[in-house]
T-cell receptor
Framework: GENVEQHPSTLSVQEGDSAVIKCTYS??????FPWYKQELGKRPQLIID?????GEKKDQRIAVTLNKTAKHFSLHITETQPEDSAVYFC???????????FGKGTRLSVIA | ETGVTQSPTHLIKTRGQQVTLRCSSQ?????VSWYQQALGQGPQFIFQ???????GRGNFPPRFSGLQFPNYSSELNVNALELDDSALYLC??????????????FGAGSRLTVL
């Protein structure tokens, strides 16, 4: 089955700097790669996702890149703000109504 | 449109007991997935229900079981509770076999503590 590895497990950046979180996946059939943000004590919320027919997607300060050949994808957050502090999870799934497999998460701290 | 709601939000049980967790899916969603999130870990897939049938199961023992009802709400039952079952149990709903099938909307979770 699919296996998703996520790095780093913790990340501290200064406010205004960029943050990059990387994930690798094992199943070449996977075609959907979402990123979820989970603030302390709250539910995971989808912040951006990408499907395998595109290599990059942007939404304001966040972007996701996908390299299908290397089987890795990354989350980029620019101009970080204190409210970006949270745990971020990447995930991957196969086509159709199949379950998401999550990475172990990255705790991002943005220092003001 | 309502989101995903879960109950109870917190509960404490002792080893060997049984627990039932409940989930109401987002309006228009016919698929419910359950995940276990241990402290400091990512969500682990337990199982998924689509139109009242189990539609995939993760690496969890048979004492984890579930149901989905005609209104697409769902229950997660865990028998013979063990200490390691202590976790946040997340329910997520989705559109099923439509284009947005994998896009999950999570509930706030039920935090289970087993003593």
């Amino acid at each position: 089955g699919e296996n998703v590895e996520q790095h780093p497990s913790t990340l501290s950046v200064q406010e205004g700097d960029s943050a990059v979180i990387k994930c690798t996946y094992s199943d070449s059939a996977s075609n959907y790669f979402p990123w979820y943000k989970q603030e302390l004590g709250k539910r995971p919320q989808l912040i951006i996702d990408i499907r395998s027919n595109v290599g990059e997607k942007k939404d304001q300060r966040i972007a996701v890149t996908l390299n299908k050949t290397a089987k890795h994808f990354s989350l980029h957050i620019t101009e970080t703000q204190p409210e970006d502090s949270a745990v971020y999870f990447c995930a991957a799934s196969n086509p159709g109504n199949t379950p998401l497999v999550f990475g172990k998460g990255t705790r991002l701290s943005v220092i003001a | 449109e309502t989101g995903v709601t879960q109950s109870p939000t917190h509960l404490i049980k002792t080893r060997g007991q049984q627990v039932t967790l409940r989930c109401s899916s987002q309006s228009g969603h016919n698929t419910v997935s359950w995940y276990q999130q241990a402290l400091g870990q990512g969500p682990q897939f337990i199982f998924q229900y689509y139109r009242e049938e189990e539609n995939g199961r993760g690496n969890f023992p048979p004492r984890f079981s579930g149901l989905q009802f005609p209104n697409y709400s769902s229950e997660l039952n865990v028998n013979a509770l063990e200490l390691d079952d202590s976790a946040l149990y997340l329910c997520a709903s989705s559109l099923g076999r439509a284009r947005g099938a994998n896009v999950l909307t999570f509930g706030a979770g039920s935090r289970l503590t087993v003593l």
